[in-house]
């Protein structure tokens, strides 16, 4: 027997619980996506390495005070690039994964664990190659006297 109710103006009509998108629309959608997404990152990564070519090649800073590092700064443009386009893809495996595109969204969790992983790895790459502090730029002359440096050190030389 039908409930009279269920069918009054303005209800949403019931829907199986396992109502899905329609068939191998799920994967293929999930298979365009992941192909867009590497040419995507196919593309940041072109234009990382010709940014990086113009930093290697660019003139060094002579006026900038000695000690200052200032030609030596990380460059976190990479990792920020990768997290964007990480967070990006996260976003997107979250609405599908809600509209229950189970495919497609499976996928992109895996592509967001890839590009998460890249992130990560491009942060502690970033870290690693920072110069190390540069040695200070006064260097005391030496000891005459022949004694030793701390007899040089008092006397003033």
Do not use: K
């Not at 070519?53 to 460059?75: F, I, K, Q, W, Y």
């Not at 976190?76 to 979250?94: D, H, K, S, Y």
């Not at 499976?106 to 967001?112: F, N």
């Amino acid at each position: 027997m039908t409930h009279p109710e269920s069918d009054l103006p303005g209800r949403p009509a019931e829907h199986a619980p396992d109502e899905r998108p329609g068939g191998c629309a799920d994967p293929a959608v999930g298979l365009l996506l992941t192909i867009s997404e590497a040419v995507v990152l196919a593309v940041l990564l072109i234009w990382l390495g010709l940014r990086g070519l113009g930093r290697s090649h660019a003139p060094v800073d002579s006026g900038a005070p000695p000690g200052s590092g200032a030609g030596a700064e990380t460059d976190w443009v990479p990792t920020i690039a990768f997290g964007v386009l990480a967070l990006v893809v996260v976003v997107l495996a979250t609405v599908l994964l809600r509209d229950r595109w189970y495919w497609a969204g499976g996928i992109q969790v895996l592509v967001a664990v890839a590009l998460c992983t890249l992130t990560l790895t491009s942060a502690f790459q970033a870290d690693v190659d920072a110069p190390p502090a540069p040695a200070p730029a006064w260097n005391s002359p030496p000891c005459r006297s022949g004694g030793d440096s701390e007899e040089c050190a008092r006397s003033g030389g």
